[in-house]
Protein backbone atom coordinates (compact mmCIF):
# COMPACT_ATOMS: atom_id res chain seq x y z
CA UNK A 1 0.00 0.00 0.00
CA UNK A 2 1.49 3.45 -0.73
CA UNK A 3 2.27 6.05 1.88
CA UNK A 4 1.51 9.05 0.98
CA UNK A 5 3.11 12.19 3.62
CA UNK A 6 2.77 15.85 3.71
CA UNK A 7 4.73 18.38 5.09
CA UNK A 8 3.84 20.50 6.91
CA UNK A 9 0.83 19.67 8.46
CA UNK A 10 -0.22 23.38 9.58
CA UNK A 11 1.33 26.58 7.76
CA UNK A 12 0.07 30.19 8.78
CA UNK A 13 1.65 32.43 6.72
CA UNK A 14 0.88 36.67 5.68
CA UNK A 15 -0.80 37.56 2.67
CA UNK A 16 1.51 38.02 -0.11
CA UNK A 17 3.75 35.23 1.38
CA UNK A 18 5.40 32.31 -1.29
CA UNK A 19 3.72 28.98 -0.16
CA UNK A 20 5.11 25.71 -0.66
CA UNK A 21 3.52 22.26 0.33
CA UNK A 22 5.67 19.16 0.06
CA UNK A 23 4.35 15.72 -0.85
CA UNK A 24 6.27 12.67 -0.80
CA UNK A 25 4.91 9.26 -1.66
CA UNK A 26 6.31 5.31 -1.51
CA UNK A 27 5.78 3.37 -4.16
CA UNK A 28 5.14 4.10 -7.73
CA UNK A 29 2.37 6.09 -8.94
CA UNK A 30 0.17 6.27 -12.02
CA UNK A 31 -0.84 9.92 -11.14
CA UNK A 32 -0.83 12.43 -8.25
CA UNK A 33 -3.98 14.69 -7.68
CA UNK A 34 -3.48 17.87 -5.65
CA UNK A 35 -7.10 18.26 -4.14
CA UNK A 36 -8.39 21.54 -2.20
CA UNK A 37 -11.03 21.15 0.76
CA UNK A 38 -12.70 24.95 2.19
CA UNK A 39 -13.88 24.81 5.33
CA UNK A 40 -17.28 24.35 4.13
CA UNK A 41 -16.16 20.69 3.12
CA UNK A 42 -16.01 20.88 -0.17
CA UNK A 43 -13.43 18.83 -1.96
CA UNK A 44 -12.23 20.51 -5.31
CA UNK A 45 -9.76 19.07 -7.70
CA UNK A 46 -6.69 21.38 -7.88
CA UNK A 47 -4.38 19.24 -10.52
CA UNK A 48 -3.30 16.15 -12.23
CA UNK A 49 0.13 15.15 -12.75
CA UNK A 50 1.93 12.14 -14.04
CA UNK A 51 5.51 14.03 -14.95
CA UNK A 52 6.93 17.22 -15.08
CA UNK A 53 5.43 21.06 -14.11
CA UNK A 54 1.86 22.09 -14.68
CA UNK A 55 0.79 25.94 -13.58
CA UNK A 56 -3.10 27.54 -13.18
CA UNK A 57 -3.73 30.84 -12.03
CA UNK A 58 -0.98 31.49 -9.02
CA UNK A 59 -0.94 27.71 -8.18
CA UNK A 60 1.75 25.51 -9.60
CA UNK A 61 2.73 22.20 -8.94
CA UNK A 62 5.11 19.96 -9.71
CA UNK A 63 6.33 16.29 -9.82
CA UNK A 64 9.46 14.15 -9.36
CA UNK A 65 8.80 10.79 -10.36
CA UNK A 66 12.27 9.69 -9.52
CA UNK A 67 12.36 11.23 -6.03
CA UNK A 68 8.67 9.86 -5.58
CA UNK A 69 7.82 13.67 -4.33
CA UNK A 70 5.61 16.12 -5.37
CA UNK A 71 5.00 19.76 -4.67
CA UNK A 72 2.17 22.61 -4.34
CA UNK A 73 3.13 26.33 -4.24
CA UNK A 74 1.13 29.65 -3.86
CA UNK A 75 2.44 32.64 -5.03
CA UNK A 76 1.40 35.60 -4.11
CA UNK A 77 -1.08 34.34 -1.33
CA UNK A 78 -4.15 35.62 -0.22
CA UNK A 79 -6.64 34.73 2.65
CA UNK A 80 -9.14 33.46 0.36
CA UNK A 81 -6.56 30.88 -0.34
CA UNK A 82 -7.36 29.33 3.45
CA UNK A 83 -7.77 26.03 3.05
CA UNK A 84 -6.89 22.45 3.65
CA UNK A 85 -4.65 20.37 0.43
CA UNK A 86 -4.57 16.86 0.03
CA UNK A 87 -1.99 15.33 -1.66
CA UNK A 88 -3.83 11.95 -3.19
CA UNK A 89 -2.23 9.26 -5.70
CA UNK A 90 -2.84 6.59 -7.97
CA UNK A 91 -0.69 3.62 -7.41
CA UNK A 92 -2.20 0.72 -10.14
CA UNK A 93 -2.21 1.35 -13.81
CA UNK A 94 -6.06 2.58 -14.78
CA UNK A 95 -8.11 4.82 -12.24
CA UNK A 96 -7.79 3.05 -8.96
CA UNK A 97 -9.18 4.81 -6.12
CA UNK A 98 -6.76 7.51 -4.46
CA UNK A 99 -4.88 7.13 -1.07
CA UNK A 100 -4.19 10.46 0.56
CA UNK A 101 -2.36 12.05 3.02
CA UNK A 102 -3.51 13.85 5.61
CA UNK A 103 -3.97 17.26 4.30
CA UNK A 104 -2.04 20.73 5.19
CA UNK A 105 -4.06 23.26 6.72
CA UNK A 106 -3.01 26.76 5.46
CA UNK A 107 -4.13 29.91 7.00
CA UNK A 108 -3.16 33.11 5.33
CA UNK A 109 -3.57 36.02 7.26
CA UNK A 110 -4.05 39.79 6.10
CA UNK B 1 -20.29 20.46 -7.39
CA UNK B 2 -22.96 20.28 -10.51
CA UNK B 3 -20.96 17.53 -11.57
CA UNK B 4 -22.01 14.81 -8.38
CA UNK B 5 -25.43 15.64 -6.25
CA UNK B 6 -24.95 13.25 -3.04
CA UNK B 7 -28.59 13.44 -0.66
CA UNK B 8 -28.59 13.96 2.40
CA UNK B 9 -26.50 16.69 3.17
CA UNK B 10 -26.90 15.75 7.02
CA UNK B 11 -27.83 12.62 8.66
CA UNK B 12 -28.08 11.94 12.11
CA UNK B 13 -29.78 9.00 13.18
CA UNK B 14 -29.71 6.08 16.18
CA UNK B 15 -27.17 3.59 16.45
CA UNK B 16 -28.86 0.33 15.07
CA UNK B 17 -30.18 1.99 12.48
CA UNK B 18 -30.36 1.73 8.66
CA UNK B 19 -28.78 4.33 6.68
CA UNK B 20 -28.94 5.11 2.67
CA UNK B 21 -26.55 7.52 1.23
CA UNK B 22 -27.17 8.21 -2.20
CA UNK B 23 -25.07 9.83 -4.84
CA UNK B 24 -26.37 11.16 -8.74
CA UNK B 25 -23.64 11.42 -11.14
CA UNK B 26 -24.62 14.44 -13.82
CA UNK B 27 -21.71 14.55 -15.68
CA UNK B 28 -20.21 11.73 -18.21
CA UNK B 29 -18.01 9.41 -16.26
CA UNK B 30 -16.43 6.00 -16.73
CA UNK B 31 -16.07 5.36 -12.39
CA UNK B 32 -17.41 6.59 -9.36
CA UNK B 33 -16.05 5.97 -6.04
CA UNK B 34 -16.95 6.27 -2.55
CA UNK B 35 -14.64 7.80 0.19
CA UNK B 36 -15.23 8.52 3.96
CA UNK B 37 -13.68 11.34 5.43
CA UNK B 38 -13.13 11.31 9.63
CA UNK B 39 -10.57 13.36 11.62
CA UNK B 40 -8.42 10.34 13.10
CA UNK B 41 -8.00 8.49 9.01
CA UNK B 42 -8.27 11.05 6.89
CA UNK B 43 -10.29 10.49 3.40
CA UNK B 44 -10.15 6.83 2.80
CA UNK B 45 -11.49 4.60 -0.27
CA UNK B 46 -14.51 2.66 0.63
CA UNK B 47 -14.99 1.31 -3.16
CA UNK B 48 -15.27 2.34 -6.71
CA UNK B 49 -17.18 0.99 -9.62
CA UNK B 50 -16.02 0.93 -13.31
CA UNK B 51 -19.25 1.28 -15.76
CA UNK B 52 -21.46 0.04 -12.82
CA UNK B 53 -19.48 -3.20 -12.30
CA UNK B 54 -18.11 -2.87 -8.43
CA UNK B 55 -14.27 -3.55 -8.93
CA UNK B 56 -12.82 -2.71 -5.39
CA UNK B 57 -14.39 -3.28 -1.95
CA UNK B 58 -11.61 -3.68 -0.05
CA UNK B 59 -11.90 -0.75 1.97
CA UNK B 60 -15.39 -1.41 2.93
CA UNK B 61 -14.95 -1.56 6.35
CA UNK B 62 -17.79 -4.63 7.36
CA UNK B 63 -20.48 -6.55 6.22
CA UNK B 64 -22.83 -3.75 7.89
CA UNK B 65 -21.38 -1.50 4.44
CA UNK B 66 -22.83 -2.04 1.60
CA UNK B 67 -22.56 -0.43 -1.99
CA UNK B 68 -24.83 -0.77 -4.98
CA UNK B 69 -24.76 0.76 -8.78
CA UNK B 70 -27.99 0.15 -10.47
CA UNK B 71 -27.15 2.56 -13.31
CA UNK B 72 -24.72 5.06 -14.31
CA UNK B 73 -26.70 7.71 -13.12
CA UNK B 74 -27.06 6.24 -9.54
CA UNK B 75 -25.27 4.87 -6.63
CA UNK B 76 -25.57 4.20 -2.88
CA UNK B 77 -24.22 3.28 0.08
CA UNK B 78 -26.06 1.19 2.75
CA UNK B 79 -24.90 0.33 6.78
CA UNK B 80 -26.78 -1.24 8.12
CA UNK B 81 -27.18 -1.66 11.53
CA UNK B 82 -25.07 1.74 11.92
CA UNK B 83 -22.80 2.23 14.82
CA UNK B 84 -21.38 5.40 16.54
CA UNK B 85 -17.85 4.73 14.89
CA UNK B 86 -19.27 5.31 11.41
CA UNK B 87 -19.72 8.84 12.09
CA UNK B 88 -18.29 11.04 9.14
CA UNK B 89 -18.22 12.83 5.90
CA UNK B 90 -18.98 10.13 3.28
CA UNK B 91 -18.34 11.75 -0.34
CA UNK B 92 -19.01 10.46 -3.80
CA UNK B 93 -16.61 10.70 -6.52
CA UNK B 94 -16.53 10.65 -10.24
CA UNK B 95 -13.68 10.10 -13.21
CA UNK B 96 -13.12 9.44 -16.65
CA UNK B 97 -10.48 7.34 -18.12
CA UNK B 98 -8.08 9.95 -20.06
CA UNK B 99 -9.89 12.85 -18.88
CA UNK B 100 -7.97 13.20 -15.72
CA UNK B 101 -8.92 15.05 -12.58
CA UNK B 102 -12.06 13.85 -9.91
CA UNK B 103 -15.21 15.70 -9.31
CA UNK B 104 -16.36 15.49 -6.03
CA UNK B 105 -19.91 15.48 -4.21
CA UNK B 106 -20.41 17.61 -1.77
CA UNK B 107 -20.63 14.98 1.36
CA UNK B 108 -23.12 13.56 3.10
CA UNK B 109 -22.44 14.40 6.97
CA UNK B 110 -23.22 11.24 9.26
CA UNK B 111 -23.81 11.31 12.79
CA UNK B 112 -24.75 8.44 14.28
CA UNK B 113 -25.98 8.47 18.17
Known amino acids: KNEVEQSPQNLTAQEGEFITINCSYS?????LHWLQQHPGGGIVSLFMLSSGKKKHGRLIATINIQEKHSSLHITASHPRDSAVYICAVVSGGGADGLTFGKGTHLIIQP | DAGVIQSPRHEVTEMGQEVTLRCKPI?????LFWYRQTMMRGLELLIY????????DSGMPEDRFSAKMPNASFSTLKIQPSEPRDSAVYFC???????????FGSGTRLTVV
Open chain 2, 93 to 103: AISRRGAGGYT
Open chain 2, 49 to 56: FNNNVPID
Open chain 2, 27 to 31: SGHDY
Open chain 1, 27 to 31: VGISA
